[in-house]
């Protein structure tokens, strides 16, 4: 028995790269999944049938899966996502929210109209498929149905640390681990679990970093081989979350790094000082904060 037998998955961005593996390991694990990929560049431009070919690789394996080409910028195809699930397989069980674009440069260089277009794909589509989805499950648990809703969402290093010339897609990472950990709070209730990973490969948004070499798909590496940046390196986590043994699980950060998997504590208050029932003197807080809260004087300290 497969772990996932008889869920079904949304899975976004999964025409190439980490979607991709993500795709092939759940239908391994028994689950029937929607392929969805506007087809479009790593840019975000133009429009292609990427889905098909997942879709063939995953009917060639013994698995079942159909092919969507919405774009999750769009609220309305996000909707027409959810319930194309809905009407290819009756259910809908577990979204993962891989789907992204990069157009980076630095701050000084990049146009307006290239961060927003980041944002749309990254923020807007993660929160409008959640969106509809959340609607689904909570419908469902109010009519009495016992839900194991399973949402996955996609963080990276960018987000929890930045990177530069990324301020768009850092900011769109890191505001995605904020809707996971809201989202996880509202649908705790209505039996939906939420979290997101930080997988890692060379993939196509890798690749377009000067000296990372040619990206190359999750299928290219035989299933008894392993390689470090194998695009498919985070999915067996994400087929684990997926699943009802993973119910105990929701609100985390987990990253998958090579082979590490890696439970993230986020932001934490690191050290506390008081001014003891006073407000603080700005012409002060130099020598309190370089010296009790830093714990150094050191000139040009960075964190």
């Given at each position: 028995m497969g772990l996932l037998d008889g869920k079904v998955a949304i899975i976004t961005g999964a025409g190439h790269g980490i979607g991709r593996g993500h795709a092939l390991e759940l239908a391994r694990h028994g689950a029937k999944v929607v392929v969805n990929d506007l087809g479009g560049s790593v840019r975000g431009e133009g429009q292609g049938r990427a889905a098909d070919e997942t879709v063939a690789l995953i009917e060639k394996r013994?698995?079942?899966?159909?092919?969507?080409?919405?774009?999750?910028?769009?609220h309305e195809q996000c909707g027409a996502l959810i319930k194309r699930a809905i009407d290819a397989f009756g259910r809908l069980d577990i979204l993962v929210n891989n789907a992204g674009i990069v157009r980076d440069a630095a701050i000084w260089n990049m146009p307006p109209e290239d961060f927003d277009a980041v944002i749309r794909v990254h923020v807007r589509g993660t929160w409008s498929t959640c969106h509809h989805a959340a609607r689904y499950w909570r419908a469902a648990a109010k009519s009495g149905e016992t839900v194991h809703g399973r949402i996955i969402n996609t963080t990276s290093g960018a987000g929890l640390g930045g990177n530069f010339g990324q301020t768009s897609y850092a900011a769109a990472k890191a505001a995605i681990v904020a809707i996971t950990q809201t989202l996880a709070m509202e649908l705790y209730r209505s039996g939906v679990?939420?979290?997101?990973?930080?997988?890692?490969?060379?993939?196509?948004?890798?690749?377009?970093?000067?000296?990372?070499?040619?990206?190359?798909?999750?299928?290219?590496?035989?299933?008894?081989?392993?390689?470090?940046?194998?695009?498919?390196?985070?999915?067996?986590?994400?087929?684990?979350?997926?699943?009802?043994?993973?119910?105990?699980?929701?609100?985390?950060?987990?990253?998958?790094?090579?082979?590490?998997?890696?439970?993230?504590?986020?932001?934490?208050?690191?050290?506390?000082?008081?001014?003891?029932?006073?407000?603080?003197?700005?012409?002060?807080?130099?020598?309190?904060?370089?010296?009790?809260?830093?714990?150094?004087?050191?000139?040009?300290?960075?964190?």
């Open positions: 013994g698995g079942t899966a159909v092919a969507d080409y919405s774009d999750v910028g769009d679990t939420v979290n997101a990973v930080g997988p890692s490969g060379l993939t196509r948004i890798t690749a377009s970093i000067p000296g990372m070499g040619d990206s190359f798909e999750p299928d290219a590496v035989a299933d008894d081989e392993w390689h470090a940046m194998d695009p498919s390196n985070s999915s067996p986590l994400v087929a684990w979350l997926a699943s009802d043994e993973a119910d105990h699980v929701t609100g985390q950060v987990i990253r998958s790094i090579e082979d590490r998997i890696i439970w993230m504590q986020g932001w934490k208050e690191r050290k506390v000082i008081a001014a003891g029932q006073k407000r603080w003197d700005a012409t002060k807080l130099s020598e309190v904060i370089n010296q009790d809260l830093f714990e150094t004087r050191a000139p040009g300290m960075r964190f």
